[in-house]
C-alpha cells in the first residue's frame, strides 16, 4: 500500500536529549512536511523541503532540524534547545493536483518529554 | 494568523446533509480552498479543494461563493464515522507551499 508511515506512535523522552521522529513516504512526492499540532490547536508549520538536499524553515523552526538525504525520508530532530516539545508531531508530503498542492499526512507520533 | 474563520462547533443528525461554513474574505485570486478532518489522535485527511467552482468527490461537496469570500463544505449523508474537527484552509500566498490552519469546526454526528 502507498502512504506515509511515522513511527514510533508515541514516544518518551528525558528533558534534555535529543530525540529523531521517523517519516516516510513511498508515495513518489516531492515535497514533504513536519508539523506541531498543540491539544485544540491547528497545525503548525515546522519545517518543508521541495526536493531532495533541500529545506525551509518554518514558522516554527527553533530548536529542530531535519534532513532530506533521499526523497523517500525526512526525519526531524527534536532538540534540546525546544522549549516546549510535548506535542503530536505530523509529516505530511505532497502533490500537484489541479493546480493546488495537496498535502497527505501520516498517522503522527505524540511525543511526551518528562 | 489564521486565513479562515469558521464556527468552533456544530451538531448534524445521522443520515442528514452536514453544512460546514467558512469565512475567507482576504483571499488572494490565486489561493485555493482547502478542506481536511481529523479525527480525534490521528493525521488529518483530505477531503476537497478548489479556486472558483464548486467541486464535488466521492467524500464531499465544495460549494464556493462568486466573490469567493466564503465556502461551504456539504457533507451528502453524514455518518457517525463523520465525526471530526474540519479544517478550512486557504493555501498562503507567498509560500506555494505554505498552508495556515486554524482551530477548525467539531462536527459531531448524532445518531
Redo the contacts between chains.
Sequence with gaps: DGG?T?SPKYLFRKEGQNVTLSCEQNLNHD?M?W?RQDP??????IY?S?IVNDFQK?DIAEGYSVSREKKESFPLTVTSAQKNPTA?Y?C?S?IE????????????T?LTVL | D?KTTQPTSMDCAEGRAANLPCNHSTISGNE?V?WYRQIH??????II?G?KNNETNEMASLIITEDRKSSTLILPHATLRDTAVY?CIV?GGDS????I????TKLIIKP
Design positions: 506515509i511515522q515535497a512536511y508539523y485544540g490547536q491547528g497545525l503548525r508549520l518543508y521541495q518554518g503530536f505530523l505530511a505532497s493536483d489541479r493546480g493546488g498542492d495537496t498535502q497527505y499526512f501520516g498517522p503522527g505524540r | 489564521a485555493y482547502y489522535s490521528q493525521g488529518p485527511q483530505y479543494h479556486l479544517y493555501r506555494n507551499y505554505q498552508l490552519w486554524g482551530a477548525g
